[in-house]
């Protein structure tokens, strides 16, 4: 905004009165300043090879060293006669210095600044916090001004918010497809319950790595939270099943553990060494991938104590001492609360009558509500 400059303002009466015109001005400071080739574009063609050669005339450099050289620069008007220099044109007969813009950017015809910075040991999540405060404590732009984002700030909000929107789809499909599976919106919740072990294992790996929570590392945070999930449903089923045949809900979670260590282990140490070349980044081009891999290990290793060690115990407290119940409500469902004595023998009459008549039952089963 300050590029230094010399200011030519011409005198528009002092060039009347001398029969100059503002367009023999500038051909003069063109001619001396650039060259002709901005106002007679002249070129000389070699007959014998054919090549075109520019002339233009120009003053040298070295003959242009201070305010003084542009002031005697002749001005020719269309009077051959009158003899003028710059300096009898203008204002104070002197140049003067000033500043002016270096730079004119625009973007759809709206004028915009662009402010740059060395960003050089910061992620760009940082740096743009840091200007956003830095025109926040600026205050209020003046009338006509706005302060826009833009560049890769503005897609890297939005592939966030996308991927944060996503994430959230997904663990709230999850946990709908959790309670329909297990009949029951506590075995649902209890299955989920080792993923706040991976967030926090993953932060814990990034923080000591000095890595950046960026697209590669939410990537990775989405694939351990998968194979979380995973290992927890498995588990909890296990789990289930010994509280269905009538166990005590912590020794059904010892149960069930006991039964999923061995598998849960292979799973985790399997996928924890594949994505240690890729978390040590020793080759060139390889940081880029590096945030995934580390954000898998960091993950799949405290999910794995979260699930082995923290799930059955969340088991066991939410269980209680409860005992198993059917979720049937189906009245000849002899497990459901609302079991009828006098339904269910009319629905076996049903069934016997149907089988001696050679004809498909009218109902499906008496643990239809089961299905």
Known sequence: LDYPTYEVEIDREKANLSGATVDDVRRALDMATCSTRFTNLNYWIDVKTGFDYLVQVEVPPYRLTKPEDIEILPVNTVNPLVNLY???????????????????????????????????GEDLGRASRQVQQAVKDAGEPPRGVRVELMGQLPSMIEMFKALSIGLGVAVFVILVLLTAYFQSPRLALISIGAVPGVLSGIAVILYFTNTTLNIESFMGSIMCMGVSVSNSVMMVTFMDDHWKQGKPSTESAILGASQRLRPILMTACAMT???????????????????LGRAVIGGLVMSTFATLLVLPSIFAIVIGKTKHRSPSIYPADPESAHYDPHVFDRVEEEHERSAGDGQAPPHAGPLLGNA
């Open 86 to 120: 710059l300096r009898d044109v203008i204002v104070g007969n002197k140049v003067r210095k000033g500043v002016r813009p270096g730079e004119l950017d625009r973007d759809m015809s709206q004028r915009y600044l662009t402010l740059t910075a060395n960003v050089e």
């Open 273 to 291: 060494v594949g994505m240690i070349p890729m978390a040590l980044a020793l080759e060139k081009g390889s940081q880029m991938e590096a945030p």
